[in-house]
């Protein structure tokens, strides 16, 4: 599966952002869906995931109650999705590149369980 991300930019504190990740190649409902995030200096880090079938959604503790994570399907044979992931009271902490990622099975939060990773979108947040 090929992921394309988008939606970062430059935004000020308590502001809200909508990222996008636009699935391709096939299988769409074959794979675990995820945003991880990466601060300069820092490790990857889980945000959020949702399970193959939408049902199941799980947050970092970092963002939990203000983070909003879905999926949908776009094409009939499955072979394309897009996953929103919908951060709002942004503070200057949530500053990173994130990253879009898919597993094929159920969900993980350890960046390494994930095989498949768009390039990433850069969020900055002023204070």
């Known amino acids: 599966v090929q992921l394309v991300e988008s939606g970062g930019g430059l935004v000020q504190s308590g502001d809200s952002l909508r990222l996008s990740c636009a699935a391709s190649g096939g299988g769409f409902s074959t794979y675990a869906m995820a945003w991880f995030r990466q601060a300069p200096g820092k490790e990857r880090e889980f945000v959020a995931a949702i399970s193959l079938n939408g049902q199941r959604t799980t947050y970092a503790d970092s963002v939990k109650g203000r983070c909003t994570i879905s999926r949908d399907s776009i094409s009939r044979d499955d072979a394309k999705g897009t996953v929103t992931l919908q951060l709002a009271s942004l503070k200057p902490e949530d500053t990173a590149v994130y990253f879009c990622?898919?597993?094929?099975?159920?969900?993980?939060?350890?960046?390494?369980?994930?095989?498949?990773w768009g390039q990433g979108t850069q969020v900055t947040v002023s204070s």
């Open positions: 990622a898919a597993r094929q099975g159920f969900i993980r939060l350890d960046a390494s369980q994930y095989d498949n």
